[in-house]
């Protein structure tokens, strides 16, 4: 593209030149004519003394030809562009794959808005593919537990069951109920942080996360894991009940994933650190642990209920606040979850 403009600057400045020459060179008498012979203050020979032009007919013509010479330049000039339009044409969601390939060297433009338009489809349909991967884990994530609840009505409708084998069915009924609640609840508050935040004010990270450790503390009681804490006057700008299921998520998850006498320690002061004792995560997988219904391993499988979006809900409402969350592993098993929200 910078060359074609060069050629351009190059061909107008010449194109001017040579015609400014031929004009001079015809020396038709009817071409020059001064307007300043006939009234030295009229309105023409005004504008003459104050633009720097000595015969504005010569002007005139000179101009008029430059002009019709320069469209079907221009025209040359943004040929590359011109040749994108049919491309960028094809692109769109039933046409993920197509890409412009401009190729990896050279600096024109053309093929650096090419590029561009490369890496644009790249990150598009990344997050289209996302989405149909995560349509595909909700979808699997509720069809087992409603193909549960069918065969449970089909067994209870096939023959008379006793009264505890009623109850029996009743109470996996009732479980399998609670999980598809958790679930759908979980991908409302997911769909909920990722929108956005309506309305700040100002939030005592400190007082909810007191709220959550002492909510948590029966169950970390049934699990036999010890939970301590070190925290100190931190306030936010955000949404009370997104911060407080934040906080939930993680000291429930740093709950859930501990053994029997690990325990928990959660710190806020300046940020919010959850960090737990558990089973060995390898480095490299800890950034799937913030995809939905991503497990890494059977150890970490979740056989009480559980979502599996916990994690990919604390980003999003992290996301929502201009935070960040990072999770680092610990040595001798275990992670560590830093968040990072800007104060009041």
């Known amino acids: 593209m910078r060359l074609r403009l060069a050629v351009a600057a ?3 400045v010449t194109l001017v030149h040579v015609l400014q020459f031929l004009y001079y060179r015809l020396n038709w008498p009817w071409l020059y004519y001064n307007v300043c012979n006939e009234d030295i203050n009229g309105l023409a020979c005004r504008v003459t003394r104050k633009i720097p032009l000595v015969d504005l007919t010569g002007y005139a013509v000179v101009l008029g030809v430059a002009l019709l010479v ?4 221009g025209w040359w000039v943004l040929a590359p562009i011109r ?7 094809q692109l769109g969601p039933q046409n993920l794959g197509y890409r412009v390939r401009p190729g990896r060297r050279g600096r024109d433009e053309g093929k650096r808005l090419g590029r561009a338009l490369d890496a644009m489809m790249d990150r598009i349909a990344s997050g289209y593919e996302g989405q149909r991967a995560f349509a595909a884990n909700a979808s699997h994530e509720l069809r087992t537990p409603l193909a549960l609840q069918r065969t449970l009505i089909e067994v209870g409708m096939a023959e008379q069951l006793t009264p505890e084998q009623s ?10 109920n609670t999980r598809n609640e958790r679930l759908i609840e979980g991908l409302l508050v997911l769909a909920q942080a990722d929108q956005g935040l309506a309305a700040r004010t100002p939030q005592d990270l400190d007082r909810i996360t007191r709220a959550v450790i002492d909510a948590n503390a029966a169950f970390a009681g049934a699990n036999d894991v010890k939970v301590s804490t070190a925290v100190y006057p931190y306030r936010v700008p955000g949404d009370g009940i997104l911060l407080e299921r934040l906080v939930r998520n993680l000291v429930h998850n740093a709950t859930k994933y501990n053994h029997p006498g690990g325990t ?4 806020v002061d300046g940020v919010l650190i959850v960090e737990n004792t558990g089973p060995v995560v390898p480095p490299e997988d800890v950034a799937r642990l913030f995809e939905p219904f991503t497990r890494l391993a059977a150890a970490r499988i979740d056989h009480s209920g559980g979502s599996g979006l916990g994690l990919a809900i604390a980003r999003s409402i992290v996301q929502a606040h201009d935070g960040t969350i990072t999770a680092d592993p610990v040595e001798g098993g275990g992670l560590r979850f830093t968040v990072r929200l800007p104060p009041v």
Request: net charge positive; proline share 7%.
């Open 70 to 73: 320069l469209v079907p330049l």
């Open 167 to 176: 109850a029996l069915l009743t109470s996996q009924l009732l479980a399998t």
């Open 264 to 267: 928990v320690r959660v710190t």
């Open 10 to 12: 190059v061909a107008t």
């Open 83 to 89: 040749r994108l339009v049919p491309v960028v044409d």
